[in-house]
């Protein structure tokens, strides 16, 4: 028996969506088992082609992206209406993806800097037609309504996302790793003595050492192992994007105390190796981190 399934594109870059289709021919060793009743980014599928769906008539949803405008709401709302298993797709979904670091202001100064000041714009004007209106910050979709699976990544591998549906094709629980990046990277590591951090282009990295070692912030440690530590295997460090280990509550947080810990450097110095600290610590899940709701209190205090 087929199974049907859904997939919807919330506010995102739909990478998800890309990462299914560079299966290639390994879709037809899925696509058999898959009725596909709502993928607008390949068909033109409308809302109302979903609105009008009986409630849980679809077996498998997908939904990839967060909610930054209300019609992105009302379509993650809809998914969870018309979906039995509903699986948050990418880290966008999971965690709030990049958009969630836009949390740090506030509407009013986005939309100003977006239509108005930014450098590429030519004739300054905040568009009233036609546009959803924006929700006051994103928030992860798990916040939102309850999923039944999470499938992390920016975006999740192939492989990642054929071992999700397979699972839930046939039955079987389909569960995270507990290990992190660095679990799974073939590098050697040794006590870490870091007296200076380098940006990536800096120095000559030796490919057979761990590069937070050699003084380049890498998050492996912090990150859930999914991956396969593809970025830290070919000597690129890990930015996280696959989000925390599923033992970490804040994953910022988990970094700064590590760093902490290891950094054998004066504070201001640690401070001046990192000016945007939320973007490399938060790449992809501020949304969902402990400063982002404490800055979503403080607002909702004010108003």
């Known amino acids: 028996m087929t199974k049907r399934i859904a997939m919807a594109q919330l506010t995102s870059c739909w990478g998800c969506d890309q990462s299914l289709l560079d299966l290639h021919l390994g879709l037809l060793e899925v696509l058999p088992e898959l009725e596909i009743v709502f993928w607008p980014a390949v ?25 930054r405008t209300e019609d992105d709401v009302r379509l993650l709302n809809l998914m969870r209406a018309k979906s039995k298993i509903l699986v948050a797709w990418g880290v966008c979904s999971c965690y709030g993806g990049i958009q969630g670091l836009a949390n740090q202001w506030e509407l009013d100064e986005l939309v100003d800097r977006k239509f108005m000041k930014a450098d590429t714009v030519t004739d300054p004007r905040i568009p009233s037609e036609n546009v959803p209106a924006f929700v006051p910050q994103v928030r992860p979709n798990v916040d939102v309504v309850k999923f039944n699976i999470l499938l992390p990544g920016c975006p999740p591998t192939s492989k990642n996302i054929v071992e999700a549906l397979a699972a839930i094709l046939t039955g079987k629980p389909f569960d995270l790793p507990e290990k992190s990046v660095c679990d799974q990277c073939p590098k050697v590591k040794q006590d870490k003595h870091i007296t200076k951090f380098h940006r990536s282009h800096e120095g000559r990295i030796d490919p057979s050492k761990c590069l937070l070692d050699q003084g380049y912030l890498c998050l492996g440690f912090a990150t859930i192992g999914f991956c396969g530590a593809i970025c830290p295997t070919v000597n690129s460090p890990c930015k996280g994007c696959f989000g925390p280990v599923l033992r970490v509550k804040d994953h910022g947080a988990k970094i700064v105390s590590a760093l902490g810990a ?32 404490m800055r979503d209190k403080a607002r909702s205090k004010k108003k």
């Open 43 to 67: 068909v033109d599928f409308k809302i109302k082609d979903l609105e009008s769906m009986p409630d849980e008539s679809i077996h498998i949803g997908l939904v990839e992206g967060s909610c």
């Open 262 to 293: 290891i950094a054998e450097m004066e504070p201001e110095q640690l401070k001046d190796s990192f000016p945007d600290p939320i973007g490399s610590f938060y790449f992809t899940d501020y949304a969902a981190s402990y400063l982002s709701r």
